[in-house]
């Protein structure tokens, strides 16, 4: 988990509009983790519970761009991997309250987005039936939002209950140090050199959120390989049309 995926960034000047890819696949690998972070415990509890251990409950809440969904998907995905059943389900996504119970038995389910159905009778039904379900079968069950547990508007009583079974952490985002460390890190796993002022460069012209800076990266490192140029702070204002 050393060089995991981070999250949040001051970006000021012009910015990229986006015209990028930022299909990166969360994992546990990009999810930066510098060795004094706050998210440090809380990404260790996330680990332990997608291997099939630690924690039967977990609730991870912070700001826009810190990795709420990242790590959950990272879960998912690790324990996928591991012959695991496992669900990624976000309550913004367009999925139905009917459809979160009719997912096939699993040992794993990470339900992002609660925040968005707080204070919704079918919704705060669907997701106490789902975690009963989840945890009678002997599963593992993570929930993220944007605000803590204790401060949603949740009008079922017995779902706040479940909601603060376990832990609660709060994700915070990584400062912009860091940020340029993780992108540091990411050029290296990817075979590329990035000199510390390239890197800062990146970080301050880009979106918010390490997923944003790795697929900004992604495009440069494609980039660099059919021109067969260097990464300079020039190429990467010409590439990215700054």
């Known amino acids: 988990m050393g060089g995991e995926s981070g999250l949040t960034s001051n970006t000021p000047g012009q910015q990229l509009a986006l015209p990028v890819n930022l ?3 969360p994992s546990f690998a990009n999810y930066y983790l510098p060795e004094d972070s706050p998210n440090l415990q809380a990404t260790r ?18 700001g826009a761009g810190v990795g709420l969904s990242h790590l959950l998907q990272a879960c998912a995905s690790h324990a996928s991997a591991t012959g695991v059943a496992a669900h990624y ?3 913004a996504g367009g999925l139905a309250p009917s459809e979160l119970n009719e997912l096939n038995p699993t040992a794993l389910l990470c339900i992002d987005d609660v925040d968005v159905v707080a204070g919704k ?7 106490f ?10 599963g593992r069950i993570i929930f993220a939002s944007h605000t803590p547990p204790n401060t949603l508007a949740v009008g079922l009583p017995d779902l706040l209950s479940r909601l603060l079974w376990g832990p609660v952490y709060q994700l915070v985002p990584l400062d912009d140090a860091a940020k340029v460390r993780a992108l540091q890190l990411q050029a290296h796993s990817l075979g590329m050199q990035i000199g510390e002022d390239v890197a800062q460069y990146v970080v301050n012209h880009s979106p918010r959120g390490l997923a944003s800076l790795f697929a900004v990266l992604a495009r440069l490192d494609q980039e660099t390989l059919v ?3 260097r990464l300079t702070i020039p190429f990467i204002k010409q590439v990215l049309e700054l």
């Open 23 to 25: 299909e990166v696949e």
């Open 227 to 229: 021109s067969k140029r």
């Open 89 to 91: 389900a976000s309550l």
């Open 121 to 127: 009778p079918e919704w705060e039904r669907a997701v």
């Open 129 to 138: 039936h789902a975690f009963n379900r989840i945890k009678d079968q002997g």
């Open 45 to 62: 509890c996330l680990y332990q519970m997608a291997c099939g251990n630690g924690e039967v409950v977990a609730f991870i809440w912070g």
